[in-house]
């Protein structure tokens, strides 16, 4: 799980953390926020792939370059699990590319693809509409739904696969 080892560890201990009994109590924000600063630098290294050669690719690439920087505070892990979760919900492909990367366990791939799927569709747009001020609750809020409400319908979530979707018409009345 760490940059000695060539592993990174999965999307659900950096969203949640090692487990209570695991921690190393001051250390543990700085252990969380250089494998966070990890999955930023791989984000950085996939967004030319999925985003090509352009001024919005250029935008993110500087902006998960100054998630990088961030300190190894509180704080700064928030917003570095802010910017994943936000980056599994924009960008489908990097998820896909990341899990394969990572020492990624049934849970993590169970976790990534409802939160992709069902979580953060519901989720993002109120952190958006509030211009990503609470970075704390859209981490909370995503994880929460995701860990303790699994498959459980939210609002217009899942959408319904639209290929075995069918819709009446005046026609079939």
Same mark, same amino acid.
């Given at each position: 799980m760490s940059a000695q080892s060539g592993e990174r560890g999965g999307v659900r201990e950096l969203l949640m953390g090692r487990p209570l009994s695991q921690r190393d109590g001051d250390d543990e924000?700085?252990?969380?926020?250089?494998?966070?600063?990890?999955?930023?630098?791989?984000?950085?290294?996939?967004?030319?792939?999925? %985003?090509?050669?352009?001024?919005?690719?250029?935008?993110? %690439?500087?902006?998960?370059e100054r998630f990088a920087k961030l300190p190894a505070t509180r704080d700064g892990v928030v917003c570095k699990r802010a910017a994943l979760l936000f980056t599994l919900a924009r960008e489908p492909e990097i998820a896909h590319a990341l899990l394969h990367q990572c020492d990624a366990s049934a849970a993590d791939v169970r976790m990534t693809i409802d939160l992709e799927r069902r979580v953060l569709p519901f989720v993002c747009p109120l952190f958006l509409k509030n211009s990503c001020q609470s970075p704390d609750a859209f981490c909370a809020f995503s994880v929460v739904l995701s860990e303790m409400w699994a498959g459980e319908k939210l609002g217009n979530f899942p959408l319904p696969d639209r290929a075995a979707a069918t819709v009446a018409t005046d026609d079939d009345a």
């Open positions: 924000v700085a252990r969380t926020a250089a494998e966070l600063d990890e999955w930023m630098h791989a984000i950085h290294a996939f967004l030319p792939q999925i %985003l090509g050669r352009n001024e919005a690719a250029k935008q993110a %690439l500087m902006e998960f």
